[in-house]
């Protein structure tokens, strides 16, 4: 839906500083500000790209403060973030939403237990003794397992695998082919072979969790692996047994948390990062990509590198990597050095 910059404004409650005939002008998209021209919004949010917006053809930009030089309408804003977030909002696709009722191609078990305005896709299988609550869309092909439950306003995209008595609270999003309740990965070695340890717990996600396409959530050995109210979780991320994941952390793509790690609460982890099996995450610790976590770390730290350290020490670390090609040639041209003073010390001795 089009709006003119004016009334953008006036839902974002911005100010407008400069480009008085730009005011009327219709726009529809948000683009960067390489990107944008004259039908889209562009925004700043660091001071970095002020350079760019000086040369940007949307017909506004939404600014934390005015920017010197910028030829179209500004939106002055308190929060980028939060106005680009409204005007994505504003502008995204108007798909049809998923009718309510259940697809005369899915299967419901016995015992099955549904709330109001329901939605189940073709080809969903819900097994027994399942309840799901209300305004909860079940998209197609997804499979809930026995006595599991699914509360209000949640969404299972396309292929959703929730296993056996698992629990999902309220408003909850799970996207493509991600998988609630598998069976975790514990082994013991007995008479010569690998056996698996029953995992016979389940998983609890609590409200307003977001789980990203392809992600897997193995359920427990005993007791429950927990996700905390809030928390996101990307795409292609591994969660192990019995970890308890605090509320509001935020969990990049291809993380993997071994069996029974515990993550306070707001605690981040960029992609890649690893974390080894039955460790502690201190509330709001950060974590950059690609790191190894070896041990409990108490909160508030911000960590990198392999195995992870105080992230100015890592910044160290690196710095000092890239001068051993340099150092390796100095201590080369030291060492056949010594040898020619060892050499000549030794025939003046003889002499």
């Known amino acids: 839906m089009a709006l003119t910059v004016t009334e953008l404004a006036r839902q974002l409650g911005a100010e407008v500083i400069g480009g008085p005939e730009g005011l009327g002008c219709e726009v529809g998209s948000v683009q ?9 919004v562009a925004f700043v949010t660091d001071s970095k790209h002020e350079p760019a917006a000086k040369k940007c053809a949307a017909a506004a930009i939404i600014v934390a403060r005015p920017i010197a030089g910028v030829l179209a309408p500004q939106l002055v804003v308190a929060n980028v973030n939060a106005a680009l977030i409204t005007t994505l909002e504003q502008f995204a696709p108007r798909l049809a939403p998923p009718p309510e009722g259940i697809d005369p191609t899915a299967r419901l078990g016995a015992g099955v237990r549904l709330g109001d305005r329901v939605s189940i896709g073709p080809y969903a299988v819900i097994g027994d003794r399942v309840e799901i ?10 499979t809930i397992g026995e006595g599991s439950r ?11 695998t929730v296993y056996h008595r698992c629990t999902i609270g309220n408003h909850v999003i799970v996207q493509s082919h991600g998988t609630v309740g598998s069976m975790g990965f514990g082994y013991a070695y007995i008479d010569g072979r690998h ?9 609890v996600i609590e409200d307003f969790v977001e789980i990203g396409a392809n992600t897997c959530i193995d359920r427990a050995k005993f007791g ?43 605690v981040v ?8 099996d039955n460790i502690e995450i201190g509330a709001g610790t950060m974590v950059g990509a690609q790191s190894g976590v070896m041990s409990s770390v108490p909160g508030g730290q911000r960590l990198a590198w392999t195995p992870a350290v105080d992230m100015k020490e890592a910044v160290r670390i690196v710095a000092h990597l890239f001068r051993l090609p340099k150092l390796a040639q100095q201590l080369k041209r030291l060492t056949a050095k010594v040898e020619e003073l060892e050499a000549a010390n030794h025939d003046q001795g003889r002499g």
Not at 32 to 40: E, I, K
Not at 133 to 142: D, E
Not at 150 to 160: E, M, N, P, Q, T
């Open 32 to 40: 960067s500000l390489a990107m944008a021209g004259a039908a889209d």
């Open 133 to 142: 609550g209300s305004g909860t869309v079940i998209g197609n092909g997804c």
């Open 150 to 160: 699914i509360g209000a306003d949640c969404r299972l995209d396309s292929y959703v």
């Open 195 to 203: 056996r698996l340890v029953p995992h016979n717990g389940g998983v």
């Open 224 to 266: 429950n692996t927990i996700i905390g109210a809030g928390t996101k979780i990307d795409n292609l991320v591994q969660i192990g047994h019995n970890v308890v994941v605090g509320k509001g952390c935020l969990i990049a793509a291809q993380v993997g948390v071994a069996g029974s790690c515990r993550l306070g609460d707001g």
């Open 269 to 276: 982890l960029a992609g890649q990062v690893g974390l080894a």
